[in-house]
Nanobody
């Protein structure tokens, strides 16, 4: 069974840090474009950060630049999102995703290009 499973979410105070993990099973992430997305209550899903498999370039939305870092460990078949300096506006359900079948076809920030999605993990930033 091909799936992505996230972990690492939780409740954190403003200014704190969390590290999200996303483990793949049933397929290899090596050649996949990977991404992290989030959805806050009442809002549309948005890209947070992603890595293109075509050239290894990364994309991050402006609001998280300098605070969040996406990475991948192909040996562990896992992707990560290190989140530092968290703000209340970062509160959302975070999803990892893999564009595995046609990883070169679309920019990595294109949500509908992704083939596999995790179940989501809640991140709440509150004092």
């Amino acid at each position: 069974q091909m799936q992505l499973v996230e972990s690492g979410g939780g409740l954190v105070q403003p200014g704190g840090s969390l590290r999200l993990s996303c483990a793949a099973s049933g397929f290899a992430l090596d050649d996949s474009t990977i991404g992290w997305f989030r959805q806050a209550p009442g809002k549309q899903r948005e890209v947070v950060s992603c890595i293109s498999s075509r050239d290894g370039s990364t994309y991050s939305r402006d609001s998280v630049k300098g605070r969040f870092t996406i990475s991948r460990d192909n040996a562990q078949n896992t992707i990560y999102l290190q989140m530092n300096g968290l703000k209340q506006e970062d509160t959302a359900v975070y999803y990892c995703a893999s564009d595995t079948y046609y990883p070169y076809a679309s920019p990595c920030y294109t949500a509908n290009a992704y083939d596999f999605w995790g179940q989501g993990t809640q991140v709440t930033v509150s004092s």
